[in-house]
């Protein structure tokens, strides 16, 4: 409990107007257009959850959802593992700590849409290193032509692009176990993976609680990368929700449909991460039930 | 003067510190005593203004004091962590607060330097604190504590991450030192020696409640219920439920007669407790008011000068009475050997059914230990 | 459970490295010692003298830059921690948070491969008997880390217990976070097993108290150097050293800068007179007499001391007095009157004499004299 004091709210009311205007209004803004329908620029009516019922049963938006939750069934079953293992592998002390923690945070300075062009030339079988290097080798590779090819790439991108943030919250955990763990499990002639199984997992558990809840959301939302290497393409191979999205609204000004749809895709997210949430930190509140105040 | 009016803190459902009523006079040191989790720190962050009381009100020379932020309540803390800024020298972590309140060179040095002197710092005062010891990185908290000159100071177990030795020097340093400066010091622990040793008064706290306050000695010789004296005894308290019959009183293990002046008190249960060394094992046979208890060592533990011997009354079981003697001298007697305890019916402590205490041994203060002296 | 015995060891920490050769870059300055079997022993000293390292040798999670290792009559000094079936209790309670009270005691016994391996009824029996042990049957089916930090710390050495054959258990500061009335509680359950299982234990603490009740011998340590091994009782009559003086007792001894005239010391110029006659001494001399052994009687009796301060600490008090320029503590017991304007005797037979810090034995005054 924090005690109420009158010049705090002084200090928040900028980020209260900031957030009321960021993403209150736009939001209910949003929320009026998913239950309007609207005629040329500015004539609308009520047509209740009709939108809604539309996007719902539609096929595209499954397919589209469908993909989404792939991908980022995908994207959280490689970088948290492989986020954990490098994580173990780094070094605990001396000069290699701050190297490695330099080169983590490297891919996490680019911005979204440079990463998605670096790929996307990268990629390339006619002048990209790695495309061109593939074809070489026999690979039958082309990511605007293959779907397999398209999501492959997406998905190493991504991986390149995140899996240090996922190593870098590892890690933070992993520096906290205090040494008397590990001499402990060595005393009790505790395996490798018992250690890992029994202490550093535990211990990093909160953090990695958050580290699946960022890249699920974030993946949940992938927009820019693929709009610039695959543009959503083959087809609709890499059309995500995202995408849809903005094809819906902006391509083909379907403001109605586009709105209700948005407000799934945020309901969906709401809820999916709420769901981790609570079955992530559902031990520590057994745990913490059992004891007094401490 | 520090004034703490029925005084209550609850969080969600637990009930952190309850009803609590306390006057802390300026100069006085007041030790919280108390078992781990029991509200000491609890009531030193109500005392600081780092919490704010769910009911009850904090009046500072009689202002109420609530919804006034810590930083303008001119309180200094020290913790039983060595908290210092890493990246400061100790001479700028012993300035820090007056930087704050904007002083000028001349009487920062001055004062850096004179509490420096105090807590035997002035050979360190350019070094980090991660190069300092222990000892030395608390006394650099402490010092920062003292350059500030707070009218309240709260030391919340200050010495409990120092060696044992070093724990003894400080103790006897810190009262001399803070006492000059007029301050309230209030200063948390859990050891029942420390508060003794340190001197003033002691507040024992239990479950979140004020059990008891006044000078240490008299706490100690005279705690108002059980679980002061449980609070304030170190080795622990013997204890054993006994039952009243005219002057007599009974349990399983023993008869005691009582002396005259308990006679007045109802047949009743009561909860016998005597001190460890009031508990003799060289049984005084054919003295009045001398209670001769079977018991079976347990364990003894010797510290070179005595050893104390810890004993289970009666027969076997989990639930029978332990018990601990104090003796003088080197007395190791084998694990499971029979041997009686005799303890004095003018030694011994009884506390009624509701823990309020209705005798106590005639202790310096020269009561009779009758009634309700408090 | 075994004989362990250290042999030369010494270790210098690497970042001292530089500074080879040089005696004081020392951890843990040359040593030999045997651990009998059995024995119940303590490790004391300030922070810093080099009492964990010592500890962690034994345990194998320090290497030492020299010496041999034995338990029994193999060779340990390489072997990894694992294979010396050690157990160790350290100051923090380390707990496997994610399993119950039984799985954590049964935890080390799972470990086991090949020949070793346990079989569940096996395991089963073990962690009860444990549990029993340690009187924490209630608990057995608790998650391990709602526990308070005293049932935390007997789950540690229930991890060394369930363990039949360990060699030795070792204790770092094991009570550190523990409140002062459990500290009783777990200590004689400490000693109470230690007497029935004979588990060779080695107890590493600061604190006199707690290493004075729990060991049979108490080693004491300053500067990585061992500067008195002896019985509890040994240390408190008869300190080797003023630092033993000092460090034992509570309050310590009070040693007083002196001169010696035969079988006399003159203390700030009153005479105390000496067990023995002693021969002219070079160095730092000076007195040692403990606070028990200190008699206050009436004005003019004595040598007179001025009373600064009395302090009651329940079952006696200690005098705070001038002698002259220095300071002595003296115990009085309860019930005992404190004269005013004081004189202070010293029992004779209690008093040492150290020369440069070290102790002047009766028998080599008396030869030499």
Known sequence: MKSWNNKAWFLVLPVLLLVAFSAIIPLMTVVNYSVQDSFGSNEFYWVGLEWFQEVLSSERFHNALMRNLLFSAIILLIEIPLGIAVALAMPRRGWGVSVCLVLMALPLLIPWNVV?????????????????????????????????????????????????????????????????????????????WAVFRYIQLPKMRRVLVIAVLLRFMDSFMIYTEPFVVTGGGPGNATTFLSIDLVQMAIGQFDLGPAAAMSLIYFLIILLVSWVF?????????????????? | ?????????????????????????????????????????????????????????IRFNGANVRGIPVQKRDVAMVYQQFINYPSLSVFENIASPLRVAGLDKATIH???????????????????????????????????ALVKQAKLVLLDEPLANLDYKLREELRRELPVIFARTGAILVYASTEPSEALLLGGNTATLHEGRLTQFGPAIEVFQRPVDVHTARIFSDPPLNTVAVHKHGNELVCADFVMRLAADAAHLPDAAYTLAVRPWHVRIDSETGLPDVALINAHVEVTEITGSESYVHVRLG???????????????????????????????????????????????????????????? | MARIVLNNIAHRYASSATAAGAADSYALKPLSHVWEDGGAYALLGPSGCGKTTLLNIISGLITPSQGQLLFDDTDVSHLPTEQRNIAQVFQFPVLYDTMTVAENLAFPLRNRRGSNKLGNADIKKRVDDALVMLGLEHLAHKKA??????????????????????????????????????KWQLRT?????????????????????????????????????????????????????????????????????????GDEAIVEGCR????????????????????????????????????????????????????????????????????????VVFETGSIGIYQNARLVSASFAEKTT
Not at chain 2, 23 to 36: D, E, F, R
Not at chain 2, 37 to 53: D, F, H, N, V, W
Not at chain 3, 151 to 168: E, F, W, Y
Not at chain 3, 205 to 223: I, N, P, R, S, Y
Request: with cysteine.
């Open chain 1, 116 to 192: 998605g062009t670096i790929w996307q030339v990268f990629a390339r079988v006619d002048i990209g290193l790695l495309g061109y290097s593939l074809t070489q080798l026999g690979f039958d590779y082309n990511y605007t032509q293959d779907t397999l090819d398209a999501w492959i790439t997406l998905i190493v991108m991504d991986v390149w692009h995140w899996t240090s943030l996922v190593v870098l919250l590892s890690y933070s955990g992993l520096v906290s176990i205090p040494p008397a763990y590990y001499q402990a499990a060595r005393i009790d002639g505790a395996s490798r």
């Open chain 1, 277 to 294: 949430y609570t079955v992530m930190t559902q031990q520590d509140a057994d745990a913490e039930s059992g004891r007094g105040h401490s």
């Open chain 2, 1 to 57: 003067m520090l004034e703490l009016i029925n005084v209550s803190k609850r969080v969600g459902h637990q009930q952190h510190i309850q009803d609590i009523n306390l006057q802390l006079q300026p100069g006085s040191l007041n030790v919280l005593l108390g078992a781990t989790l029991s509200g000491k720190t609890t009531l030193m962050r109500l005392m600081a203004g780092l919490e704010t009381p769910s009911a009850g009100e």
């Open chain 2, 110 to 144: 001055h004062r850096v330097h004179k509490a420096a002197e105090l807590l035997r710092l002035t050979d360190y005062l350019h070094r980090l604190p991660a190069d300092l010891s222990g000892g030395q990185q608390q006394r650099t908290a402490l010092a920062r």
């Open chain 2, 315 to 374: 027969g076997q079981g989990p639930d029978v009475p332990r018990w601990v003697a104090l003796v003088q001298g080197v007395r190791d007697l084998p694990a499971d050997s029979s041997l009686t305890l005799a303890v004095s019916a003018a030694q011994i402590y009884l506390f009624d059914a509701e823990g309020k205490r209705c005798l106590a041994p005639a202790g310096d203060t020269g009561d009779s230990g009758l009634g309700n002296s408090d």
């Open chain 3, 145 to 182: 880390r709602s526990l308070t930090a005293d049932d935390k710390q007997k789950i540690s050495l229930g991890r060394g217990l369930v363990r039949t054959d360990v060699n030795a258990i070792l204790f770092d500061e094991p009570l550190t976070v523990i409140d002062p009335h459990l």
């Open chain 3, 189 to 261: 359950r400490l000693k109470q097993i230690h007497r029935e299982f004979g588990h060779t234990m080695i107890y590493v603490t600061h604190d006199q108290t707690e290493a004075l009740t729990f060991a049979d011998k108490v080693v004491v340590m300053l500067a990585g150097e061992v500067i008195q091994t002896g019985t509890p009782e040994e240390l408190f009559r008869h300190p080797q050293h003023t630092f033993v003086g000092k460090f034992i007792g509570s309050p310590g001894m009070n040693i007083l800068s002196c001169e010696l005239a």
């Open chain 3, 272 to 343: 105390f007179a000496l067990p023995t006659r002693y021969p002219a001494l070079s160095g730092n001399i000076e007195l040692g007499i403990r606070p028990e052994f200190i008699r206050l009687v009436d004005t003019g009796k004595g040598a007179p001391v001025i009373v600064t301060a009395i302090d009651d600490v329940g079952h006696h008090r200690i005098v705070r007095a001038l002698l002259g320029r220095q300071l002595l503590d003296i115990v009085v017991a309860e019930g005992v009157a404190i004269p005013a304007n004081p004189g």
